[in-house]
């Protein structure tokens, strides 16, 4: 990423246990600031850059 980009972030419910829930994470530059024009100028960028990747577990401890 780099100052300018505007991102997509997206995250998703991929797994649901008795007390756990996994989630994928993913963040994407959709435009990107475009050199030598207007500081407000940007590129759409097709097919969008994906910057990063993360999965995650949450865990809900047991009732008592």
Not at 2 to 26: H, Q
Not at 33 to 46: D, F, M, Q, R
Request: aromatic share 2%.
């Amino acid at each position: 990423m780099r100052a300018g980009d505007c991102i997509e972030v997206t995250a998703s419910l991929v797994r649901v246990g008795s007390r756990s829930r996994e989630m994928e994470f993913s963040v994407t530059v959709t435009t990107r600031a475009a050199g030598g024009g207007p500081e407000s100028a940007a590129e759409v960028l097709e097919p969008a850059l994906v910057a990063t990747t993360a999965r995650g577990v949450v865990v809900v401890p047991a009732k008592t």
